[in-house]
């Protein structure tokens, strides 16, 4: 089998990720990028420009004038955010194709996973701990995406580990190491380093399976943790009917913060609308 490296190396060369968002990451995360530095890279992709002005001039910014440049929408919506529009633009489609089979894995689910944890993780960020979540949406987004290079490359065995997950009762990674001889967290964790991404987001997709240590609360992993076992209990599991405990470490603070939580959940819901309004699929 081969090893994670070269599952990436595989991936990369069916140049699965859009330039587009390639450049633009990489030019959030340098201080020399200028507004029209942007404005020239995004007007390239025609859909990202229009949900990019879509997204500025939706409710959620409630500006009074309607912005109609590309310049003014990055100015009015921050750089982060931004960057979670091109990662949301940019891998949609890898999760359209393949509907589920026995093994309980489908990109759409998957989808829908990703999108609940990304929601979920902001909405922790925010609520529980006070801070933008910015971080904390992209890592949720994007924390999955090696079980997409998985089943691009050895889909026959990720289905066989997921099989073998649905059917245990240790985590997926476990029953991936097994038959692919690496695992989806580890995959990813190499992929989006070599897209640049934030160092606290790298590690959060890294060890957002890893219960084998505590890790700081508030942090990018500790929220994922949570967000993926609130989304697994509301059956917006990776793997349809599979849904992993809460680590250990997590249990005293949720206990703690139990009220919150719960208004959290039911808040749910209007959330996931509000963010299928900002990034949905309307093409």
Known sequence: MPSARELIGKFSDLKTLPHVAIKVTQMINSESSTIQDFEEVIKLDPILMVRLLKLVNSPYFGLANKVETVSKAVVFIGM?????????EALRDLFKEKEGDDSGFSRPGLWVHSATVAILSQMIAKRIFGQDGENEFLAGIIHDIGLIVEDQLVPEELRE????????DQPLTVYEQEVIETHHAKVGGMLVLDWNMPEDVVLGIKKHHDTSKEYPIPGVVSIIHIAEYIANRMKYGAIEGKADPLPPYLTPHMKERMAEYKVLIKDLPGEMSKANDLYGDDK
């Open 80 to 88: 982060k955010n931004l960057r979670n529009l091109v990662a949301v």
């Open 161 to 168: 580990a997921a099989r073998n997950y649905k059917n245990g």
